[in-house]
């Protein structure tokens, strides 16, 4: 069956650092992936999705990830953290193979300090 | 446009109860969602649907029912509330596996 891990539960950066969160998949072909993001109280919205083609996809706020097939990896970056980009990070996985089912992570919640 | 609207947002329940959720959506999607949200667990998938009279289990599907009678509608049942079904609920809505999720503003539930 598909998974998704999100091996940091919490993360801290300062305002203005880079950001590296990691997704990790459990699937023999090439899946559908995304990034979510949750503000405190509110429901899920996309930044950016993967299913082929260049492997490093552009998604909304400044965030990039990029596709590594050999790690089965989909890992969030963004150059410069902001104050507001404190939320919680969801990775997700969907596929054909599995029934449709779309699946997510843990989630890692990101801090920002000033 | 209202996208996918949830309904109730708050419940209390007494274990023993029954309650549906009610989602609804108005993109004309195929693809519908259920999930719960605990802490540290991320979004758990309780059921789903792929179309207009199909329905899947999902990862947690025990102590939940689902119907999908109209595309733009998908309830979630509670047949015999307990304690260990509190949670947030979310529904979500694609149009397809490999295009965005809309989602609900979520159900908080509580069952004393």
């Known amino acids: 069956a598909q998974s998704v891990t999100q091996p940091d539960i919490h993360i801290t950066v300062s305002e203005g650092a880079s950001l590296e969160l990691r997704c990790n998949y459990s699937y023999g072909a090439t899946p559908y992936l995304f990034w979510y993001v949750q503000s405190p109280g509110q429901g899920l919205q996309l930044l950016l999705k993967y299913f082929s083609g260049d492997t490093l996809v552009q998604g909304i706020k400044g965030f990039e990830a990029e596709f590594k097939r050999s790690q089965s990896s989909f890992n969030l970056r963004k150059p410069s953290v902001h104050w507001s980009d404190a939320a919680e990070y969801f990775c997700?996985?969907?596929?054909?193979?599995?029934?449709?089912?779309?699946?997510f992570g843990a989630g890692t919640i990101l801090r920002v300090k000033s | 446009n209202a996208g996918v609207t949830q309904t109730p947002k708050f419940r209390v329940l007494k274990t023993g109860q029954s309650m549906t959720l009610l989602c609804a959506q108005d993109?004309?999607?195929?693809?519908m969602y259920w999930y719960r949200q605990d802490p540290g667990m991320g979004l758990r998938l309780i059921h789903y649907s792929v179309g207009e009279g199909t329905t899947a289990k999902g990862e947690v599907p025990d102590g939940y029912n689902v119907s999908r009678l109209k595309k733009q509608n998908f309830l979630l049942g509670l047949e015999s509330a307990a304690p260990s079904q509190t949670s947030v609920y979310f529904c979500?809505?694609?149009?397809?596996?490999?295009?965005?999720?809309?989602f609900g503003q979520g159900t908080r539930l509580t069952v004393v």
């Open positions: 993109m004309n999607h195929e693809y």
């Open positions: 997700a996985v969907g596929a054909m193979e599995y029934g449709n089912k779309l699946v």
């Open positions: 979500a809505s694609t149009r397809d596996i490999n295009t965005e999720a809309f």
